[in-house]
């Protein structure tokens, strides 16, 4: 619980949340991504995942942050997803998070939208 | 070179937010922009992270950062730890080229640190393992 409340103190935390929307599960992550945050990602997605949501949209609008932890995480759930015939998309990335994902190559391997629109209408 | 920052504390992830703020506090000082904080975050995560899980198997030990100043808008930072011998450069990097089913998962946190950073070296010195970070402000 201290623990918690230091890291909402000085702004290391990420929530999720989500809402179906079409036939995309939309998740919303919000703060940061990283070594400490990205298992609880990883383990909640995870669980979405063997519960039968094969089509996950992450919304980045909010992610302000992310660490090779976080892409390692996606990277894992990716995999998962591509063996179990389903798809993860991602939109509305921000600067440090494009950034990110332009160096590690994620364009050339992921459907990345400017918005959330504009992953509907795809 | 003066220091800006020291920090000596157990290599635990719960520290990391001490460490990371430490420097972000250091680099907003010396006027560095958002991004080069950002990659300055990204790459300290990778190390700390590292050492906090690999470098004392089954034993407590220490990590130390500090933060010097070499000229204006270039920062040097020593990351130090008396564990494991453990040279991060020898790592090989992630194909970033291969497709979903072919890419390693790992591997990411190094590449990121020799792309990101202006000058990165490794040295093992009386038993310590000794990275140092030359990071420039763009």
Known sequence: MMKENFLIKIGLTMDIHKKKEKDFLVITVKGRLDALTAPDLEKDLLETIAGGELRLLLDFSDLQYISSAGLRSLLLLAKKLKSAQGEILFSSLQGPVAEVFKISGFYSIFKIFDSLQDAYQN | MPILAEIVLPAKLEHLPVFLKTLIQCARDQGFSAKRINDIELVVEEVLVNISNYAYPGKDGEVKVVCR???????????????????????????????????????????LMKTLMDEVYYQRLEKKNILTLVVHNK
């Open chain 2, 69 to 111: 100043m070499d000229q204006p808008g270039c920062l040097i930072i020593e990351i130090l730890d008396s564990g494991f011998p453990f040279n991060p450069l020898d790592q090989e990097d992630p194909d970033v080229t291969a497709d979903i089913g072919e890419r390693k998962i790992g591997g990411l946190g190094v590449f």
